[in-house]
């Protein structure tokens, strides 16, 4: 049985990745391609309880290190539990999220530095790569301003101070953006990286093609 393929969709809050996962797996579907679809933080019955204690925590100061913990913990359960035994089976598996989003988030937007995030992937998660990642990377303006928008949904519902909450949502996705783009710099064959603001078709096509053209070389399909 030959092993499955695992694509991996990246990108800041509020990039598309969730719809265009949609779509993936809808075109995937109409071709008969055996896929599961999966998404992280959550996927697993253990993993959607770390995603809930993740995201009530967040506005108790939940520390850094916490967070990493608690993303790699996750991990490690949808790799045991989900992501290998579909591999093995020989599916392709297509997850919202991965490692990637702990070395942009917590090893740049928290400043943990992407080794330590480099090293428990390696420890926790026996280093298991995606066979292709697909980084959505609108401009930084386009998601300074969606980030906004939904801070001020936040702020509106918890009554915290609004311009003190976009000035430090500024910074942290800002150094969130520079990490996906180190990482598809050092990585260009595995990270396929489809910047600007482009419409949600555009976005698909780009994606579709990419995805075309690896499952002909992984085999699966010709
Ligand atoms: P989602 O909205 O794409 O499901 O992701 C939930 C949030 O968790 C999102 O703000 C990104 C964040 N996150 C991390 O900070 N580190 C991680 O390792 C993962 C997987 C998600």
Request: aromatic share 4%; hydrophobic share 40%; net charge negative.
């Amino acid at each position: 049985m030959p092993r499955g393929l695992f694509i991996t969709l990246e990108g800041l809050d509020g990039s598309g990745k969730t719809t265009q996962i949609k779509r993936l797996a809808a075109w995937m579907q109409k071709r008969g391609l055996d896929h599961i679809v999966t998404r992280q933080p959550g996927g697993t019955a253990t993993g959607d309880r770390i995603r809930a204690l993740l995201l009530d925590s967040r506005s108790a100061a939940l520390a850094p290190m916490t967070e990493m913990a608690l993303m790699f913990a996750d991990r490690a359960q949808a790799i045991a539990e989900v992501i290998e035994p579909a591999l093995a089976a020989g599916r392709i598996v297509l997850c919202d999220r991965f490692t990637d989003s702990t070395e942009a988030y917590q090893g740049g937007g928290r400043e943990l530095g992407s080794q330590v995030v480099l090293d428990l992937h390696r420890l926790i998660c026996g280093n298991l790569q995606p066979d292709i990642t697909l980084l959505l990377l609108p401009s930084l303006d386009a998601s300074l301003s969606r980030a906004r928008n939904r801070n001020h949904r936040q702020t509106q519902q918890t009554g915290q101070d609004e311009n003190r909450f976009e000035q430090e949502q500024d910074a942290f996705y800002s150094r969130v953006w520079q990490k996906y783009r180190e990482i598809a710099a050092r990585e260009p064959n595995r990270v396929i990286l489809i910047e600007g603001n482009l419409g949600i078709d555009e976005v698909h096509e780009q994606i579709v093609e990419a995805i075309s053209e690896h499952l002909v070389t992984a085999g699966h399909t010709s």
